[in-house]
């Protein structure tokens, strides 16, 4: 591992949410520090979601068009592609772990982009699956 630090969908949400409050704040200032870092990465898995939630189920949803830079933008965080291997090692994360399909497959590709750190409220806080340790960015 080498300091990278993969950002899930909540994470991304918060940052771009008018109504998160202190939730926006941490989160933009994590995104912030990894843009300057260089470590920060993602999955198009992420991308995804963050374009159907921030245009359809915040409070006040992103414009279509800036959701659409957002996205771009954070392209350059996609290390790897998801890939049928990274769906295999998903379906076994999830058995193994005992965690949604969903949440291991963001595993399973940040273990894939050689993240250290999970950045995700989804999931226990200082836990380790697959070599990614879980960090909740808003726990104090």
């Known amino acids: 591992m080498n300091g990278k630090t993969f950002v899930d969908t909540n994470i991304l949400l918060y ?83 005992q965690l949604s399909f969903w949440d291991s497959l963001i595993i399973a590709a940040a273990s894939e982009a050689d993240a250290a750190i999970l950045l995700t409220e989804d999931l226990q806080h200082g836990q380790t699956i697959a070599g990614v340790t879980i960090c909740n960015p808003f726990i104090d």
């Open 15 to 97: 940052a771009h949410d008018s109504e998160a409050g202190e939730k926006r704040q941490k989160a933009a200032q994590h995104l912030q520090e990894l843009w300057i870092s260089g470590h920060g990465v993602l999955s198009v898995q992420v991308l995804q979601e963050f374009f159907v939630n921030a245009t359809r189920k915040l409070a006040k949803p992103v414009l279509v068009a800036a959701a659409r830079e957002i996205v771009r933008a954070y392209g350059a965080w996609v290390a790897r592609e998801i890939t049928v291997t990274t769906v295999l090692r998903a379906i076994d994360l999830s058995g193994q772990a």
